[in-house]
């Protein structure tokens, strides 16, 4: 052992820059491998932390009669979801919820003072706590939930009291006055969607009989997953809605809905249903990051090799002299092996090192996982074996390949050049080249594909637009409009009850129109919206002052309501609300949806839903934007009392809507960037190898009269034969994966033609600059002292 060190350490010294470019190359590809792994985790086990996970299913309904469409969607009404719970003796338990999180505010006293919180809440019936397994640190599953008191996460619990028992504290919730809080629960993992919300009671009553109100999302555990085909069978053969709703549950005919059950661990990967608020992964997206993942590894092992393989001429002299003296082949096949074993174990520890630094750096927010080390074991101990594997493999080719020849012959020089070796070499560089179009066109078009969501016209004016959450602030709405806009740099102010486009879906409304059901997401908004976001209405008159006076509002539907309708200006909706008008199809979702039919309502007297608690603030062109925050967090300040308020600009809801995508992305192209930077080592490596096994011949053709410039040309004459070939295995196979996952995309980027020649130019000019760069050294060096050598 204590010889091997010592001839590692003599290595070392003797090839610094290939040492150094070996274990920067390794070190890399395992860190860059072991966060990827970590985040393949994150998703793959998502919503998996419950106790029976695999028991726990979201029912989903679809079909043509009350969507008007053949989409599937979470949502159901509350008469529907309870005699469904009630409809199987395999149903152990079942729950539904409000369709999507809400933010909270409330406040606590502290020290004598009111202190303001905004935190994430779901709405749940008393069996949600059944389905899904709580693990309680205060309080039990067998507190009862009702109205008036509400669970918390632990999380919660330190942030509120510390180290204080929390249960039979209080707090004041805007709109709902004071709750007690009744029990604690341990925090579920980062990937859960429950979120660690807090957790209400929803009425009794609240909806109990309407079967118009599409708002709430079922959950059931079942005793036997194999049970669920039974229990959707069972419950459409005996189920009786009421005499008018009959129609909608055409359960045997082609028009009619249908049922269906998705286990709660697969839903995160869902892309098909409406109204889910659970975060979504993509399983081609997770697929490609594996597959980069293993073409890290890959390509670094074989560069490992490369380099190895590289200073076989230099190193093989030296080995088989020991030879000749009389070192047995097998103790020196052992000490090369151990040396690049060394190597591969030192980069998967200085691998180490970078996901400690990783997680330190602002990258870290592209990954959702844990990056500590003891939350991954197996990742972690998975690595270190691959090191050693790699090390292994790296080390038993070039030390069998400098010992398998006859010293004679290598001490004469004739080694190095079989048209075998040659053959592996190119096809080594050839893999690394197709990995790098693929990755190289595959990322650009990602960017793109971000680029163009962030970008394209939406429909509406969000340049010079500020956005904040106002519901601490509703009855002092119009004098806090007044105030901000006696401003001089404030145009404008106006509310809606959602924020545009910062959602996949809305709330949607089932409604009668010319006595057909038709579906559509509504988006209630104040009069004075539309003016202020520059939407352009087609036909019919903009909302007024006076439709809020009118008994049950006014709607303002998009072109494509009207065209799959035939909706007419002037008609009904459920022989109430006026259709005033029609607008242009703005982008009131994200571009994964198609525009679906909507409309902009404003509420008339009989007002049974929210208040709208956005205020869009349009500031006038040119104003100094800092100072206008400044005087809009004044503001706040002035009517919030002390609460707290969610200020941002326009384009951050939009960043906020494709958060997902642009950190998959962002996270992909680093990666991706890795395995080309890699790449591109390893084509340095095999140049070195080809260059130091062609010295002498170099020099001969210096001496018969080349040139330097010809002898560079000769050269990158072959690798530009090795790209055209490897770009035309890479190209069809970027081309068939980007246009897969650009389906998941209702509105899309096209497939440039260019991106494919600046990806052949990139790594064009880099190989060119690379075999240049090494062969010019080489054709340089004195002809005669290369001939001498050799």
Known sequence: ??????????????????????????????????????????????????????????????????????????VVTRPFAEQFIESSPYIVAGAFSHSTPRITNFQIEKNGERVSYEEKSFIVTPDFFKVFSFDFVEGSSDVYIAPGNVFIPLSLSRKLYGNEPAVGQQFDVDGWGNQTVMAVYRDFPKNSFLHNCMFFAMQPDENKESWSN???????????????????????????????????????????????????????????????????????????????????VAIASINFTNFSTALAPMRMKSINTQRVLGARVNSLRGALVSEVVIIALVSYLVSILFVLLFNITPLAHLVDADLSLSAHPLIVSGTALIALLAGLFAGLYPAFYMTSFAPALVLNSSFGRSPKGKKIRNTLIGVQYVASFALIIGTSFMYLQNHFMQNSPLGYDKDELITVNIGQIQNSREAFTNQLKAYSGIEDVTYG?????????????????????????????????????????????DFRAEDANMQFGVFMFNETARKKYN??????????????????????????????????????????????????????????????????????????????????????????????????????????????????????????????????????????????????????????????????????????????????????????????????????????????????RVANDNPVKAIKSE
Not at 42 to 56: A, C, G, N, T, V
Not at 224 to 247: A, C, H, L, W, Y
Not at 506 to 533: A, D
Not at 647 to 659: A, S, T
């Open 1 to 74: 052992m204590k010889i091997i060190f010592r001839n590692f350490l003599r290595t070392v010294r003797r090839y610094k820059t290939a040492v150094a470019l070996n274990i920067l190359g390794l070190s890399v590809a395992f860190a860059a491998f072991m966060i990827i792994m970590m985040q393949l985790h994150y998703d793959l086990s998502f919503d998996k932390s419950y106790k029976e996970h695999d028991k726990i299913f979201r029912l989903e309904i679809s079909g043509r009669v009350f969507t008007q469409t053949t989409s599937i969607q979470t």
């Open 214 to 296: 599409w708002n709430y999302v079922t959950y059931i555990r079942v005793n036997d997953p194999s049970n669920t085909s039974t229990i959707i069978d069972n419950f459409k053969r005996n189920f009786e809605p009421p005499e008018d709703r009959r129609g909608q549950y055409g359960w045997d005919n082609e028009t009619g809905a249908d049922l269906r059950l998705t286990a709660i661990k697969d839903v995160h990967y869902l892309t098909d249903v409406r109204g889910d608020s659970t975060p979504k992964a993509s399983k081609q997206i997770l697929s490609i990051l594996f597959a980069i993942a293993i073409v890290i």
């Open 497 to 541: 009850e959602s924020l545009l486009s910062s959602s996949d879906s809305y709330m949607g409304w089932g409604r009668s129109y010319h006595g057909e059901m038709i579906n559509f997401q509504c988006l209630p908004v104040h009069y004075t919206f539309l003016k202020v976001m520059g939407i352009d209405i087609t036909e019919g008159r």
């Open 567 to 776: 909706m007419e200006l002037g008609s009904v909706i459920d022989g109430q609300g006026e259709v005033i008008g029609f607008m242009s199809d703005v982008r009131f979702a994200s571009f994964r949806k198609e525009v679906e039919p909507m409309a902009f309502y404003v509420w008339g007297t009989e007002n049974w839903g929210n208040q709208p608690n956005h205020a869009y603030i349009k500031i006038k062109a040119g104003t100094n934007i800092r100072a206008a925050m400044a005087y809009i967090h004044s503001t706040l300040a002035e009517f919030g009392q002390g609460n707290t308020f969610n200020v941002r600009f326009y384009d951050e809801v939009l960043q906020r809507l494709y958060e997902k995508e642009i950190a998959l992305s962002s996270l992909i192209t680093l990666f991706s960037l890795i395995a080309i930077f890699i790449s591109i080592v390893g084509v340095f490596g095999l140049v070195v190898f080809d260059s130091e096994c062609r010295r002498k011949e170099i020099a001969i053709r210096k001496v018969l009269g080349a040139s330097v410039a010809g002898i560079i040309f000769m050269f990158n004459k072959v690798y530009f034969r090795i790209l055209v070939i490897c770009f035309i295995v890479a190209a069809p196979f970027a081309w068939y994966a980007v246009s897969r996952w650009l389906e998941n995309f209702a509105y899309r980027t096209p497939l440039h033609w260019w991106v494919y020649l600046l990806a052949f130019m990139a790594v064009g000019i880099i190989t060119a600059a690379t075999v240049t760069f090494q062969n010019w």
